[in-house]
């Protein structure tokens, strides 16, 4: 065999090796190293080769939803934590982190309503009425409050007067 074509093939499974460890670790140095590659050896493939291209990009996208699952796991079932006491474990507690939760609902947000739409759980019609009547609300609220403050501010001027 010649030496391009044993080349390719050895490049073309130290690629697999460095798409499955990019997939798992979203990290293109340690992904490079587990395949032994040198870091520019994987960015001159990605720059000369579409389809590596698209196979870094869906291994990333893989490997940040490996992230998202983990940490929405964590949202919802805490991570155990050892509590000390005079330099000795006593228990362990459960912590949560809700701000973790609340970041990844507010990344889905925008597509879980895209998805809505597209299924057809939600009126586009309705949703604008809902929001209007939740307009005409906080306005009906908003005149309320000035003409509270309006009758309370009366009273102190009229007594001025006198």
């Known amino acids: 065999m010649a030496k391009s074509k044993t080349r390719g093939v050895c490049d073309d499974r130290r690629k697999v090796k460095f798409l499955s460890n990019l997939a798992t670790s979203s990290h293109v140095a340690n992904s490079a190293a587990a395949a032994g590659v040198a870091v ?3 960015y001159k493939w990605r720059e000369c080769d579409p389809e ?8 990333l996208a893989a490997g940040y939803e490996l992230l998202e699952m983990d940490l929405l796991d964590r949202a919802r079932n805490g991570v155990e934590k ?5 330099g000795k474990q006593v228990a362990m507690v459960r912590q949560f982190r809700d701000g973790i939760g609340v970041k990844l609902l507010l990344a889905h947000k925008e597509m879980v309503a ?3 739409v597209a299924e057809g759980q939600i009126n586009p019609e309705e949703v604008r009425a809902s929001l209007d009547r939740k ?3 906080m306005r009906e609220k908003l ?5 509270l403050a309006d009758q309370r501010a009366k009273p102190a001027a009229s007594s001025d007067d006198d």
């Open 143 to 147: 005149l309320s409050g000035r003409a």
């Open 52 to 59: 590596f291209f698209r196979a870094w990009m869906q291994a």
């Open 135 to 137: 307009l005409a609300d």
């Open 114 to 116: 895209l998805a809505r």
């Open 82 to 86: 050892p509590v000390f006491h005079e």
């Open 40 to 42: 520019s050896t994987v």
